[in-house]
């Protein structure tokens, strides 16, 4: 069965370093509801040095959501901070964490380079 | 207030209502409790004995702090009045209003007091056309308490009243029966709490923290004040102007949740109480040499927000810098893209611009170092993603084209963007000013990359790259028949050639080639331009000029003064001080609050500068206006390690002494004087 999300947390612990996270430094975890359990991640960021595990404990920021609103951000259904601000997902603790931690997400499936859409407008249909 | 509504706010929680303190909201009068984009109250009315109360007087104590006194009656002169109250209302922490009614009769009074009590939960977006609500409202009484919510999905907002006073709570307000003796008074404390999701103080949900009390708002604001720099000067309008500024800056300063605690400016009050990329970089530019950590927060919170993926609803690119970001609703649906939307063409060199200006100024290279990957990514936007037509120019073209912006630059109304016969270009667009200041953040990002990132290649590189765009752009922007640049070009190419004040930031960037400054200068104060207040946004033999038309005729303060300090870098003092002169005389009638913009009417005609009709009130870029304006006559700039002044004051203002100045020398001081045969150029 396809797990979006142990897929990208997988995928941030083999790269181990994140150009993205350069600036943050601090811990990051994931309280993921899913079938009336939690599953949980946790990220220890150095200066863009990522660690991943499943360890629980207290962290400098605490996200929640549903597993399957998670799966959704991280294929780039949904946005995380749309997401966030309908309450779907909620935050607690260091937001500037957070909101670093947003830059790994992907974008939306579709989407234009400025130039490819100016393009695409220009020519006769 | 000119509009006869009455504001208190705190950051982005704020209350507008009518002058009696009553909030009764319609499509046409948007009044109400806002917390983070979303209405909080829409009805707040008192009456007594059945009766609805007239204003007898406001006092605007704070920002956060008014007083309303009112009568039950309407006032008549020889009619005695019976009962009056007094609601004192205060914003900070959660929206409190002390009411006192006070008997004037030497008999006792029997009264019902009532306030009816609403709320319709609008997000900021649809105020002005509240449509059917997809979620479901609700209403509870509890403890005494009336409490108001609406629920879509997950997304919640709850309003929770609670009264001092014992009252009698229905689910359409709180209503007190009382007796108020022979001269005596009657009073009630009423608190309203906005609540986000699980009934949790909304600041404190999305914030971390919960709003200030009163009690540090006002330390706060003394503390703001104590340390701006002190101006004495001959003006009386000058003066009290500047005094405005400082206050109302301290009320747009806005504090993102990421931040801790630190402030940026907001765009505009009450409506644009939110984070602006362009409008947040000019204010703090313009407000640098008075409050730089305006500058520092900006730019870092800017920087945490920059554009990493494409995503076409929110026009985001990598490296872009935002335009505007907000928390409601139709932002949680994605009915609307400010999460954040990155729509604006300009804010992206111009943070670079501004990053630079800071560094000059402060002299903290820690944050020019730590932001050396976002300053980047931002440099690299502009040659990838600006350019969309491959040609090395800045263009905009909204990919979202259902609720995008058409244009992307600061004069972003429909229609701002002509030809001299009034007809519109094609997308995409690259108007003029965006190429300036493509070019001043090449220059500034070339000596951010040698003096701080240990990078002269890219500096070389860059400096090569604004020399060829300054030769392309004098090419190809330059009117031949009129003697100006264009205010774009469209996709084909073609120049818009319509005559603009988008001209006079080019002199600020420094694009403008020295030979033809004169004759940019000559446009800028020439009568087709220049009103005798100021400089019109469209020249007034323009197919679309109008003077009171937003973006095509208007003059707008913050405009001017970029074109002050544009007209000063190129050595014409004389002009400069004109347009300096021409906004403060304007100030006066505004008793020293600049509006957004207004009419660009002859000041021959009108003697009066008309006011343009806007909700927003003050603005940002117009209360750091007059900032810009004291820098620019009092020629104040950064060298080395010291503040070097080149003062020339109008004749008119007379002497401006402006003492502890902050910026890297610690504190210093300004001093100039008008000089009776000030002359044009150096």
């Known amino acids: ?125 | 207030m000119s509009d006869g509504l009455v504001r208190l706010l705190d950051g982005n929680t704020f209350v507008v209502s009518e002058e009696t303190g009553d909030i009764d909201a319609s499509p046409a009068i948007p009044t109400g409790l806002f917390s983070f984009d979303t209405r909080f109250l829409s009805k707040w009315i008192l009456s007594i004995n059945g009766e609805r109360v007239n204003a007898l007087s406001i006092e605007e104590i704070e920002y956060f702090e008014t007083r309303f006194f009112v009568i039950p009656t309407v006032p008549t002169p020889l009619v005695d009045i019976s009962v009056s109250a007094l609601r004192e209302r205060t914003i900070g922490g959660n929206f409190a209003e002390r009411l006192t009614v006070i008997n004037h009769e030497p008999e006792p009074v029997d009264l019902r007091i009532r306030i009816d009590i609403e709320s319709d939960f609008a997000d900021l977006f649809e105020i002005k056309d509240v449509r059917n609500k997809t979620g479901r409202y609700y209403t509870r009484i509890e403890d005494g308490c009336l409490r108001l919510g609406y629920q879509r999905g997950m997304f919640c907002r709850e309003t929770l009243i609670s009264s001092t006073a014992t009252a009698q709570v229905d689910e359409r307000g709180m209503t007190y029966d009382v007796r108020i003796e022979p001269h005596g008074q009657w009073a009630t404390e009423m608190q309203v709490k906005a609540l986000g999701v699980d009934g949790r103080d909304l600041r404190e949900s999305l914030q971390g923290r919960p709003g200030r009390a009163r009690m540090q708002l006002r330390e706060d604001l003394d503390r703001w004040l104590a340390e701006s720099p002190r101006l004495t000067c001959d003006s009386a309008t000058l003066a009290m102007t500047y005094r405005r500024s400082l206050t109302d800056l301290a009320a747009l300063r806005f504090m993102p949740l990421t931040d801790g605690g630190r402030a940026l400016p907001a765009a505009g009050l009450p409506w644009f109480m939110a984070i602006f990329g362009r409008d947040s970089i000019l204010t703090s530019l313009q407000a640098l040499p008075f409050a730089p950590s305006l500058a520092a927060t900006t730019v870092r919170l800017l920087a945490l927000l920059q554009g990493v993926v494409l995503d076409d609803f929110r026009e985001e690119e990598p490296g872009k810098i935002l335009h505007e970001l907000r928390y409601g609703e139709t932002i949680g649906f994605e009915e609307q893209p400010h999460s954040p939307y990155y729509g604006s063409a300009d804010s992206t060199a111009l943070w670079v611009i501004l990053l630079d200006e800071y560094e000059r100024w402060t002299g903290d290279a820690t944050t020019v170092r730590r932001l050396e990957r976002s300053a980047r990514a931002a440099l690299h936007w502009i040659d990838e993603y600006g350019d969309i037509m491959g040609d090395g120019y800045v263009w905009y073209q909204r990919r979202n084209e259902k609720n995008g912006l058409e244009n992307q630059c600061w004069k972003d109304s429909w229609d701002a963007i002509c030809f001299r016969d009034g007809r519109l270009p094609a997308l995409p667009r690259a108007t003029c000013e965006l190429q300036g200041y493509a070019y001043d953040a090449k220059i500034r990002g070339a000596r951010l990359a040698r003096e701080f990132w240990n990078d002269p290649q890219y500096a070389d590189r860059l400096e090569r790259e604004a020399a060829e765009l300054k030769e392309r752009f004098n090419r190809d922007f330059w009117v031949a028949d009129g003697e100006y640049y264009a205010l774009a070009l469209d996709g084909d190419g073609r120049q818009v050639d319509a005559l603009s004040s988008n001209i006079g930031h080019l002199l600020w960037s420094g694009i403008v080639d020295e030979s033809r400054a004169a004759k940019i200068a000559e446009h800028l104060l020439g009568p087709r331009l220049f009103s005798g207040w100021g400089v019109r946004t469209l020249a007034t033999e323009e197919g679309r000029y109008n003077p009171i038309g937003y973006h095509v005729g208007t003059v707008w303060p913050f405009d001017n003064s970029f074109i002050a300090w544009g007209l000063r870098r190129y050595g014409f003092t004389h002009e400069a001080g004109r347009i300096a002169e021409g906004i403060i005389d304007a100030a006066e009638f505004f008793h020293g609050r600049l509006p957004e913009a207004f009419g660009g009417y002859d000041r021959e005609l009108t003697r009066y500068p008309v006011l343009y009709p806007t909700a927003c009130s003050p603005q940002a870029w117009s209360t750091g206006t007059p900032l810009l304006l004291l820098r620019t006559m009092l020629g104040m700039e950064p060298r080395g390690n010291h503040l070097v002044t080149r003062p020339a004051v109008p004749p008119s203002l007379g002497r401006i002494e402006l003492l502890h100045i902050p910026g890297r020398w610690g504190r210093a001081g300004a001093l100039g004087r008008a000089h009776p045969a000030l002359t044009s150029r150096r």
Do not use: K
């Open chain 1, 1 to 125: 069965m396809s797990d979006p999300t142990a897929d990208f947390f997988e995928a941030i612990g083999r790269r181990g370093h994140e150009r993205h996270l350069e600036e943050a430094t601090g811990t990051i975890r994931f309280d993921l509801e899913h079938d009336h359990e939690v599953e949980r991640w946790l990220l220890v960021i150095d200066r863009g040095d990522v660690r991943v595990s499943r360890e629980e404990g207290p962290a400098d920021c605490v996200v929640r959501s549903s597993r399957a609103a998670f799966d959704r951000i991280v294929t780039g259904r949904s946005h995380i901070y749309a997401t966030w601000a309908r309450n779907e997902l909620r935050l607690e603790g260091d937001a500037r964490l957070a909101r670093l931690f947003q830059r790994l997400m992907p974008g939306p499936p579709g989407a234009h380079h400025p130039r490819d859409f100016a393009q695409e407008r220009r020519r006769p249909a």
